[in-house]
């Protein structure tokens, strides 16, 4: 049958499952969201060979699968296949009817994110998912989920969409076709951007890192996971893997890899990993595992910029490879984790410390559970192991200083995820003295935990089964790829240098775990002041936009007294004032701006219509400054 046909089948579905979900609210409804699930195996897996075509006839979207989106696509089917199962015995606490509308239109989006190669679409398909997933934290009805799907909205919308707008806009001005405004389009008239490639590449970046919860846009990932039910969690992982997906997508496929970009990429990703000294200070399960969460995206990202400074060697291969084994394995791993957790919940108690007793009495949940978190803490030989295994084999091949302090940086790093789970486990037997009695799991859940802990093993330990597809993925590449497990894993003498460093790791992160949790911190403490630094600056860029925001756009769309002003300090205390009537004449400066883009525009560049390009940027502004409040 032909692919084309059954991916827009399973976007159908899933866009009915979000109806059915909005007007009905039965569990019966993952049942539609389960069957979409599977269409995309045969899917992913007639991408291994590559196919293109059209869906939708009411919206034209271009599609190419190739081997490298069908990865991705492979682990999109499978967690929200898993997903779909959990969730028809889970009981959900929050809107069920908006729960579950968001969560089948934020996987419908990712479909579509991986699956196109449109630029416009995927812009589309980036901005679908960023406001279904803010319903899913607005719906789960915690204590302030409203305030943190207010953040996230407004910080996926300011740095994500607005830069990807953008950077669509500049695509369109050298492609100058909205039809072949694609990935291979771009790259085949890159010379013809109006711009110099530093600015794609800062728009792209900024798009991916907020997709992903990375420095300096990592705050929004503890509040969304503490917001959210924990079997929900899962979506915000996959979104957290596409944001690597659309910075790999361009800075590799569509524009000239580029040196200083890596370096740029790993130091984010390396300072992202501080995140994970956060865990110590936590009880609360789901903010322990999200402080984990930002420091696996870090890796990542730390991995992809080794890859792009060595382009075109050996080691810069094995680093790329590296990325996007880590990129897969934590979708997983941590995926598993949050199923777990969610057993908890089913229970109706918070996930913290004390409550994971319930599991621990003798539930094999809770074996299961432990396996994701040590293949998450890089235990060997399971999952973070083996592509940690990979990225600092990459990256202290060459002799390169940086790399080499990030790596060390990032090695030193890796330690604690091992001792926090360790601290759980003692502070468990130290301090929760109550005894609990033993509750039946429902046999799905427990099912949907074991196949997810074991899948994310058995890949991890045999990374030969993904291999082939590995460097199928990367073969049109002008990169040398590795032709057997032996070569990619021994590429280099410094293979048992990181051998090394993650075994001493292993053994660091032990004796830390039994350390303590007082003394810990005290030796931390240096680090907790460079992370508090890390995250004040992070803060400041978006209390700064709130603040603009606060002082200088609300007049203009709210009606607010002027001696009520000073009196607003957040975005909820604007919610109760009226919006203001809107006018042409409001919209008169604005478009006399986007006349003089397309009169500048005509001006510059005869191939550009910069009218399109213009009227791109002003919705992209029109989002913040209407579209989220009216």
Same mark, same amino acid.
């Given at each position: ?380 030989? @399971? ?67 074991? @196949? ?179």
């Amino acid at each position: 049958m032909n692919p084309v046909y059954i991916l827009e089948t399973s976007v159908g579905l899933f866009g009915i499952a979000s109806l059915v979900g909005l007007f009905t609210g039965r569990k019966g409804t993952y049942l539609i969201t389960l069957l979409a699930s599977l269409l995309l195996f045969p899917v992913s897996m007639e991408g291994i060979r590559g196919f293109t075509g059209e869906v939708f006839e009411f919206l034209p979207t271009s599609i190419a699968v190739d081997p490298f989106s069908a990865l991705f696509l492979l682990v999109l089917a499978f967690l929200s296949s898993a997903l779909s199962l959990y969730l028809l015995e889970y009981e959900v606490r929050g809107s069920d009817r908006f729960l579950s509308m968001g969560t089948n239109m934020a996987l419908l989006s990712a479909v579509l994110l991986v699956s196109t190669d449109n630029l416009e679409r995927l812009t589309l398909a980036y901005e679908l998912f960023a406001v279904f997933t803010a319903v899913i934290v607005l719906a789960s009805e915690t204590r302030r989920s409203g305030r943190s799907a207010w953040r996230y909205l407004v910080m996926t919308q300011v740095f994500g969409i607005i830069p990807l707008l953008i950077a669509t806009a500049l695509a369109y001005s050298a492609v100058g076709d909205l039809h072949h405004l694609t990935i291979h389009g771009l790259r085949e008239n890159i010379e013809k951007l109006p711009v110099g490639l530093w600015l794609p590449y800062s728009l792209y970046l900024s798009a991916s890192l907020v997709r992903s919860g990375a420095f300096p846009f990592n705050s929004w990932v503890p509040r969304a996971y503490r917001s959210t039910p924990s079997p929900f969690v899962p979506v915000f992982i996959i979104g957290e893997g596409l944001g690597l997906y659309l910075l790999l997508r361009v800075a590799v496929f569509a524009l000239p890899p580029s040196r200083v970009l890596g370096y740029v990429v790993a130091f984010l990703g390396a300072v992202t990993t501080f995140a994970t000294l956060y865990s110590f200070r936590e009880i609360r399960l789901k903010r322990k595992f999200a402080y984990h969460s930002i420091m696996d995206v870090g890796v990542s990202y730390f991995a992809l910029g080794v890859a792009l400074v060595l382009w075109g060697s050996m080691a810069g291969t094995v680093a790329l490879i590296g990325a996007l084994l880590h990129s897969l394995y934590q979708m997983i791993y941590k995926s598993s984790i949050f199923f777990g957790l969610g057993a908890i919940e089913h229970y109706g108690e918070e996930p913290n410390i004390c409550s994971l007793r319930k599991l621990l009495k003798g539930h094999v949940v809770s074996l299961l559970i432990a396996l994701s978190a040590f293949s998450m803490a890089g235990f060997p030989p @399971l999952a973070s192991f083996v592509s940690k295994w990979l990225i600092y084999q990459g990256a202290m091949s060459s002799m390169d200083v940086l790399l080499w302090l990030m790596a060390v940086t990032v090695a030193f790093l890796g330690i604690f995820p091992l001792a926090s789970i360790l601290q759980v486990r003692r502070i468990n037997r130290l301090l929760c003295k109550r005894e609990v009695e033993r509750e039946e799991i429902p046999l799905l859940i427990r099912g949907v935990v074991g @196949l997810v802990s074991l899948t994310g093993f058995i890949v991890a330990v045999f990374p030969f089964m993904v291999l082939l597809w590995f460097t199928g993925a990367l073969e049109e590449l002008p990169i040398p790829l590795p032709h057997s497990p032996t070569e990619l894993f021994f590429a280099s003498p410094s293979s048992f240098l990181a051998i090394g460093f993650l075994i001493l790791g292993a053994i660091a992160g032990w004796k830390v775990g039994k350390v303590p949790t007082e003394r810990v911190s005290e030796l931390l403490l240096i680090f907790y002041n460079v992370g508090d630094i890390l995250y004040e600056s992070a803060d400041f860029f978006v209390e700064t936009g709130k603040k603009a925001y606060i002082n200088y756009v609300l007049p203009v769309i709210k009606v607010i007294p002027r001696h009520e002003l000073p009196l607003i300090k957040d975005y909820d205390d604007a919610l109760d004032y009226p919006v203001r009537h809107l006018d042409e004449a409001i919209f008169m400066p604005l478009i006399r701006a986007v006349q003089r883009i397309a009169l500048w525009g005509k001006g510059r560049n005869l191939d550009m219509n910069a009218l399109i390009s213009g009227f791109a940027i002003a919705m992209a502004l029109l989002i913040v400054l209407l579209g989220v409040f009216a």
